[in-house]
């Protein structure tokens, strides 16, 4: 399974959001310019968000997008699915041969697994809470 821009700049979208909650709404404007990337293209992305109650606009001169929910209530498969599609490792996977099948529902779980218990949260203090690097070591 590979995330596609779209994935990918969505969660970017998201999480600027969450580090942003509670101080109102933040403009795509801005969101692309720290991130350098489409201002253009962010604003096609935002749609399905919307459409999805995840983020709602705010209009005006100092308007723009807030989260829809709390950062701990919104989890990276959530995003990923309403702009990636369903979930899946392979496309046909009931014609496969049973060894191979359970394989794919294997990998298929595991990645849902993990995009469905990582929140906006984590993903935004990420860092933030003394997060080492997993290769260093300490004696």
């Known amino acids: 399974m590979k995330i596609s ?10 999480i600027e959001l969450a580090k942003n909650n509670g101080n109102g709404p933040m403009s795509l404007k801005s969101i692309a310019k720290e991130n350098n990337l489409s201002e253009h ?8 968000l919307r459409n ?21 209530e919104i989890t990276a498969g959530d995003i990923i699915r309403i702009l990636e599609g369903p979930i899946t490792p392979v496309e046909g996977i009931e014609e496969e041969e049973p060894a ?21 949260e984590d993903l935004s203090t ?14």
């Open 41 to 48: 293209y962010l604003e096609q992305l935002v749609a399905p």
């Open 126 to 139: 990420y860092g933030e809470k003394g997060v080492q690097d997993p290769y260093m070591f300490y004696i």
């Open 52 to 72: 999805a109650s995840l983020v709602k606009s705010v209009r005006g001169a100092y308007g723009g997008y807030i989260l829809a929910k709390e950062p701990n």
């Open 5 to 14: 821009t779209k994935g990918r700049y969505g969660l970017t979208i998201m």
């Open 100 to 120: 191979k099948q359970e394989l794919w529902i294997r990998i298929r779980d595991a990645v849902k697994d993990v995009l469905d218990t990582t929140t906006l």
